[in-house]
């Protein structure tokens, strides 16, 4: 098992408001794009099962579900130690993610609302969901006595752009990927409730839901533009994206291995769970997934993360910059071999197979 980091100490901005962790490349990230390019987004190919999709959250099946009911009414002074900042970090690490996804969406709603309604529509709602996750989850960081300002990281969090495609690419992956990640632990829960430590795993089941959903909306957006799966092109940048998520998730849950490993979950079995699942379900999406049952496909991922580890290890050293600068070279070099071979495993056609998937 590769050693996990330990959790670091918590910094506040002022009393009772934490300070956001650092940005690095594995922390949730602001994005913005082109709204003009969004806006004049013809989705006619595949406008039956979107208008389906966005009716589908309009419903909003879960408007009741996240209440604070008498079981958050206690206190979680109990909840010490390691065991408290890794669930802190965890809280901390989701609210910004689903937070990142409100801004997005809102500002997309708000451009789209005059030339593109019915997706403004759409992002209205996803907005909205994504609103109601990051307010429960920085409730549920008041109950351990911290909370997140969300204006402060709106002023001050930098904004990454991506184009559209990127956009669409990337968030149907978050959306399923958390699926698999909530669902997972959800049925870990139910099979071991003595692990149950605070209320907000009860809520996973439901929650899970509109993260599907939410990924079926782009999954409709994404099929209605044949310029994003059904050329060549399409099909390099479904691998790139693809892999850089699985490393990502694979670095993520290793390094908060404590997390996992305080609710019971072998972080291992669960990290290579999520990701074939999150991979089957792709194939629903993209004219391609990834062959994770090559045999060198999770190793690569963990020599990935152990290299990771290794580059975090030397940037919190002291050693001097030109030190450290040559000492980033082998496990970058590293890194970047083992997604090179494994970017060249040869990938599943997944139009082939497309009638089959479940």
Request: hydrophobic share 40%; charged share 25%; aromatic share 14%.
């Amino acid at each position: 098992m590769i050693k996990s980091l330990e959790t670091p100490e918590l910094q506040l901005l002022k009393p009772g408001v934490k300070a956001p962790v650092q940005e690095t490349l594995l922390t949730p990230r602001f994005y913005t794009t082109d709204f003009e390019a969004v806006a004049n987004l013809d989705v006619s190919a595949n406008e039956t099962e979107l208008r389906a999709v966005i009716e589908e959250l309009r419903a909003d099946y879960n408007r009741h579900h996240f209440v604070r009911d008498e079981e958050f009414k206690q206190n979680w002074d109990h909840i010490t130690g390691e065991k408290r900042r890794a669930f802190i970090d965890f809280l901390e690490r989701s609210c910004t993610s689903e937070f990142s996804g409100f801004l997005l969406f809102k500002e997309l709603s708000r451009r789209l609302k005059e030339r593109n309604p019915l997706l403004a529509d759409a992002f209205d709602f996803l907005a909205r969901d994504e609103a109601r996750h990051a307010g429960f989850l920085n409730k549920s960081m008041a109950d351990l006595n911290l909370s997140l300002d969300l204006s402060y990281l709106t002023k001050h969090r930098t904004y990454t752009f991506f184009p559209p495609e990127w956009v669409i690419y990337t968030v149907y992956l978050s959306e399923k990927i958390g699926y698999w990640r909530y669902i997972l632990v959800h049925r870990h829960m139910e099979a071991n409730p003595e692990y149950q430590f605070y209320p907000l795993f009860r809520k996973f089941e439901s929650w899970c839901q509109d993260e599907n959903r939410h990924g079926d909306f782009f999954k409709a957006l994404l099929r209605s533009q044949p310029q994003l799966w059904n050329n060549w092109r399409a099909r390099l940048w479904v691998r790139f994206f693809l892999l850089s998520v699985f490393v990502t998730h694979t670095i993520t849950v290793f390094e908060r291995a404590t997390f996992y490993e305080s609710i019971g979950i072998h972080p291992r079995k669960y990290n290579n769970k999520v990701i074939q699942e999150t991979n089957n379900t792709s194939a629903r999406a993209f004219p391609l997934i990834l062959n994770t049952n090559h045999p060198s496909f999770f190793w690569r991922l963990e020599q990935c993360c152990e290299n990771s580890l290794k580059l975090t290890a030397i940037n919190q050293s002291k050693r001097p910059k030109i030190v450290k600068f040559f000492q980033k070279i082998p496990p970058i070099t590293a890194i970047i071999w083992n997604m090179l071979r494994l970017y060249l495993i040869k990938p599943i056609d997944a139009e082939l197979t497309r009638e089959t998937v479940r």
